[in-house]
Structure formats: C-alpha cells, structure tokens
T-cell receptor, first 113, second 112 residues
Framework: NAGVMQNPRHLVRRRGQEARLRCSPM?????VYWYRQLPEEGLKFMVY????????ESGMPKERFSAEFPKEGPSILRIQQVVRGDSAAYFC???????????FGPGTRLTVL | DQQVKQNSPSLSVQEGRISILNCDYT??????FLWYKKYPAEGPTFLIS?????DKNEDGRFTVFLNKSAKHLSLHIVPSQPGDSAVYFC???????????FGAGTRLFVKA
C-alpha cells in the first residue's frame, strides 16, 4: 500500500508563473488536506477536500490559490502568478475519515525566483 | 493567533535519558491531540495521539500526558535514542471538525 505521493518534489518557478502541485492520497483515503510550511515555522492548514468537494478552505489565501480533488486523479493545489513569498514546503496529507490521524506526503518544495 | 504553542524551539538530551516535549493550547474546544515527528526533507509521520477523555496514552517508549485544566500536553520519550533526533509537532483538533492545528515544532537533538 503506497503512501501519500506528491509530485514534483521540487519546483522552481519565476515570479508570475503558475505552480501546480499534485497529491495522490493513500488507497482508500477520501479526505485530503494541504498544508504550507514556511522556513522555521510550523505547518499551516490551507484546505481540506473530499472527492469533488472543498470542505474547508479557510486557510487558503483568497487570491491566486485554488485546490481541487476530482473524482478521478490526484488532488491539485494551484498557485497562479507566484510571488517570492509563496516559496515554502507544501505538504499534502490524507486520512480515511475525520478524526483519524493524517498521513503525510514527502512535500513539494516550491522556490520562486 | 497561535492556538497551539510549542515554546521550546529546540531541546538537547543525552542518549538513554528522558526527553520531554511540551505543548500548550488555548482553545478549550480541542478534544483530540496528536504528536507528529518530522525528519528533514520528509513529511511528518504520526507518532501518538490522545483523546480528551484520557490523561495518558502510552506506546512503547512514547507517552503523551494531557492536563486539560492547564491546557497542556507533553510527550515523553524514554529512553531517548539518537534516531529520535527530529522535529516534533504537537497538533490539536475538535471532534467532527475539519482542521488540525499544528504547533511550530520542537527540534530534538539526542546526543550519543
């Protein structure tokens, strides 16, 4: 049973470009969470999704950021018109349901030049 | 507004001794608490959890203690091993809620 998979592991973008981060949850997990970790800081919740539905996006910046979890395929975190402040590690986690521990992927390290 | 606080950014312990990592929270609605461990360039991995109906949960070398009145929990690792050197995150959530709130982490160094 493969763990949570994220790709790419490292992503470099220039200011103004788009970044697409992908997350495949563990088999059987229908709950996906995205977190951002800035240097020397903890994990900040961004968004929680179930298949085809955004349940809670209260941690997501209102502009330029969007997330989806389609019926088929991985969850996508999309950042449009990236700025240097978007440089961070983005972690995806999945769980089989609420109130279960979350299983994390290895993260995508985004660097904006 | 930091609802989950880990006030010690780092901790250094001798191998074989006890490591105690502390965590405080402000939201009295939290009723489920977790500890995650993170190595560099990897995602966090779940370590141990505790529900608010308990005040202690033990799993091998790891024990989590919860003091609800003080809104405080701690993770004890005994005996500490060099492989325990990592960043430890405390996290809290509300039953039926969607968000898990993480602390800033404590970096543990276990010296051989």
């Amino acid at each position: 049973n493969a763990g949570v998979m994220q790709n790419p592991r490292h992503l470099v973008r220039r200011r103004g470009q788009e970044a697409r981060l992908r997350c495949s949850p563990m088999k059987g997990h229908s709950h996906v969470y995205w977190y951002r970790q800035l240097p020397e800081e903890g994990l900040k919740f961004m968004v929680y999704l179930q298949k085809e539905n955004i349940i809670d996006e209260s941690g997501m910046p209102k502009e330029r950021f969007s997330a989806e979890f389609p019926k088929e395929g991985p969850s996508i975190l999309r950042i449009q018109q990236v700025v240097r402040g978007d440089s961070a590690a983005y972690f995806c986690a999945s769980s089989p349901g609420l109130n279960n521990e979350q299983f994390f992927g290895p993260g995508t390290r985004l660097t904006v030049l | 507004d930091q609802q989950v606080k880990q006030n010690s950014p780092s901790l250094s312990v001798q191998e074989g001794r006890i490591s105690i990592l502390n965590c405080d929270y402000t939201n009295s609605m939290f009723d489920y608490f977790l500890w995650y461990k993170k190595y560099p360039a990897e995602g966090p991995t779940f370590l141990i959890s505790i529900s608010s109906i308990k005040d202690k949960n033990e799993d091998g070398r790891f024990t989590v203690f919860l003091n609800k009145s003080a809104k405080h929990l701690s993770l004890h690792i005994v005996p500490s091993q060099p492989g325990d050197s990592a960043v430890y995150f405390c996290a809290a959530s509300v039953a039926g809620g969607f968000k898990t709130i993480f602390g800033a982490g404590t970096r543990l160094f276990v010296k051989a």
